[in-house]
C-alpha cells in the first residue's frame, strides 16, 4: 500500500480511508493481541499516508464528528510530535484535538459514572485527560463532588494488570493517578467515602485464568486498597498482587 501511494500520491487518501474503515469495522472486533499488533501498524502506515495528502485532502479526513472517527481519533490522542509532521499538518492535527475536546466534554457530562464496565465512557475520559488535561481534571473533579460520578470508578483507571509466565499480576499505580490528574483531586479521590467499597477478593487465592479480564470489584478494592493505603499520597507508587 506504502508503494502504491509513494509512486500516486493521489490514491494516499483513498488508502487511508481504508485502513479507516478496517480499523473500525473490523479491528475492534478481534482478540486483544490480535487486535493491539494491527492497532500499531494501521497507526503507523496512516500517519505516513497523512502525511502524503494534499490541504485539501487532510481537511476532508478530519472533518465530520471525530468523536465517531477511531483512527483519526487514535492518531491526535497519541503523542502529536511536531517532528514527525510538517508545521502544517501539525497544526491541523493539534487544531482538531480541540475539536475533540469540545465533543468530548459534553458526552462525559452526560455518562454515567467512568465503571469498569463503561469501556467508552473510560476511553473517553482518558482522551479528554490526553488532549486537554486541564479540561479533564475539572470536569472530573466536579463529577465526582456532584456525585454522579463515584470517585474510585475514576480511581479504578489506574488499577493496571498483565499476564505473567504463571499468573495475572494487578496492582494500583499511584504515581500516574497523581501525575494525570494532580495531587489535589487524587486527595479528593483518596478522601472520598465512596472508598468503603467491599474488597470481595481473596489474595492469596490461585491465579485467575489469563483469558478472564479484571473483575469490576476487583478493580474497585484495588482502586481503594490503593488509595487508602497511604493517606498522603506517600509511599510506592506500586502495589502489586499475585
Known sequence: ?????????????????????????????????VFLGMDAI???????????????????VLEGRLLEAPLIRRLITGELKASAYSADLHARLLT????????????????????YELE??????LDLLRVDAARAVELASQMVQSG???????ASLY???????VTRR???????????WGEGFALVLASASTLGYPREW?????????????????????????????????GDPFDHFE
Do not use: C
Open 96 to 115: 482538531a484535538t480541540g475539536r475533540l475536546a469540545d465533543e468530548l466534554e459534553p458526552f462525559l457530562r452526560a455518562s454515567p459514572s467512568p465503571s
Open 159 to 165: 488499577v493496571t494488570e498483565s499476564a505473567g509466565s
Open 42 to 60: 494501521i497507526r503507523v502506515n496512516s500517519r505516513v499516508l497523512l502525511s502524503m495528502m494534499t490541504p485539501g485532502e487532510i481537511d476532508e
Open 148 to 154: 454522579v460520578w463515584r470517585s474510585d470508578d475514576v
Open 202 to 234: 481473596d489474595l492469596n487465592g490461585h491465579p485467575q485464568d489469563l483469558t478472564v479480564p479484571v473483575d469490576p470489584v476487583l478493580a474497585r478494592g484495588l482502586a481503594s486498597y490503593g488509595l487508602t493505603k497511604d493517606s498522603d499520597l506517600g
Open 170 to 180: 494487578i496492582g494500583f499505580n499511584l504515581t500516574a493517578l497523581k501525575r494525570h
Open 1 to 33: 500500500m506504502l508503494r502504491v501511494a509513494k509512486s500516486d500520491n493521489t490514491r494516499a487518501k483513498a488508502l487511508f480511508t481504508f485502513l479507516e474503515s478496517l480499523y473500525e469495522n473490523h479491528g475492534v472486533e478481534a482478540p486483544a493481541d
Open 120 to 125: 467508552e465512557v473510560r476511553e473517553s475520559l
